[in-house]
């Protein structure tokens, strides 16, 4: 009996799922399809032939095309290497996928070349049947460092916040600061290390944090990013989400929890000051308190009475409070 294209494609994506999660395959596929083992058989030499998975002995692992270029920085334009490079590595994706890669290669690969002070940039796109992972790599200055010197900050983790909040760069005459914020959101995995630093995740997986194995490593800075062919995500309604009705970059968010990965607590005055640096640039601003059991009269008041009474016209949301932070967001903002 043939099987029709759609259960095919059904019992194709059960058969990739075990053999990512590295799990049995055959007994499960004939029980739950109801097909021959000759026929799970078949499908696995077909996977392989068209090399979606790879034969690792008696088991099976999903194959990975790596290709890997390095380039002089010296004279180099970004949308030549993605035209060159990665464009013809996603001519079958969606057209909203190849305009998040499209946006994100080219933002990241151009920080590298204008802002890293290195000679060369080495770039490694790793492509599975699931989508694309590209890793941008130079033997610069290091981005948090710039930026933390460049700002005057305190460390390279608040560098790693002021990156976060958008509208943060050290050319203000040649760049806007917002292609790091927007590549975090659009793609589905994102992740800078820079001398041990570490800033990873998409939106409310971010986190922030120092991998000591990794101060030594042959390369100063490694941006890198994975967008899924099957993303729904397109960069319109990333962009709408955070610009305001002048079609501005206008809203931001802050995760609080990101904030005390370096901070011993959220009590003090100066805390507050460190979070709402350049914060005055944005329309509305939305604070996450997911994680946080409570803050300072100090750091409420701060937030919520001076700056705020500072800056009127920006608005000041608040998500995942608990009473306790509620009582002193709303104590702050009674004594306006």
């Known amino acids: 009996m043939r099987i029709k294209k759609e259960k095919k494609d059904e019992i194709i994506k059960d058969i990739l799922d075990r053999v990512d999660k590295r799990k049995a395959i055959n007994s499960f596929i004939v029980e739950k399809h109801g097909i021959t083992r000759q026929t799970v058989n078949n499908y696995l030499r077909e996977l392989v032939k068209n090399e979606i998975i790879e034969k690792q002995g ?112 050290t050319d203000n005459k040649n760049h806007t600061g917002e292609g790091i914020f927007f590549t975090s959101r659009m793609t589905n995995v994102f992740k800078i290390t820079s001398f041990g630093d570490v800033f990873t995740g998409n939106k409310k997986k971010d986190k922030i944090f120092h991998d000591f194995e990794r101060e030594n490593e042959n390369y100063s800075t490694q941006v890198a990013f994975l967008v899924w062919k099957n993303s729904e995500v397109t960069p319109k309604e990333i962009f709408e989400r955070y610009q305001d009705e002048d079609d501005c970059f206008a809203k931001t968010e802050i995760i609080v929890k990101l904030v005390k990965e370096y901070e011993k607590n959220l009590i003090s005055r100066s805390v507050a000051k460190r979070i709402l640096n350049n914060l005055e640039k944005f329309k509305e601003i939305t604070f996450d308190y997911k994680g946080i059991e409570n803050i300072g009269q100090g750091f409420a008041d701060q937030i919520y009475r001076v700056f705020q009474n500072e800056n009127p016209e920006v608005i000041l949301n608040n998500i995942n409070v608990n009473e306790e932070i509620e009582f002193m967001i709303n104590r702050a903002k009674k004594r306006m």
């Open 58 to 169: 008696k088991n099976y692992e999903i194959a990975i095309k790596v290709f890997d270029k390095k380039y002089k920085i010296n004279g180099l334009e970004e949308d030549i290497v993605y035209e060159e490079f990665i464009k013809p590595l996603i001519v079958d994706y969606k057209s909203n996928v190849q305009m998040i890669i499209n946006y994100s290669f080219t933002e990241m690969l151009n920080n590298a070349i204008d802002h890293s002070e290195s000679k060369d940039v080495e770039i490694i796109a790793g492509q599975t049947y699931e989508g694309l992972a590209i890793l941008i790599q130079d033997n610069g200055v290091g981005i948090f460092r710039k930026i933390k010197e460049n700002k005057n900050l305190k460390n390279e983790k608040q560098a790693i916040l002021e990156l976060k909040k958008g509208k943060l760069t």
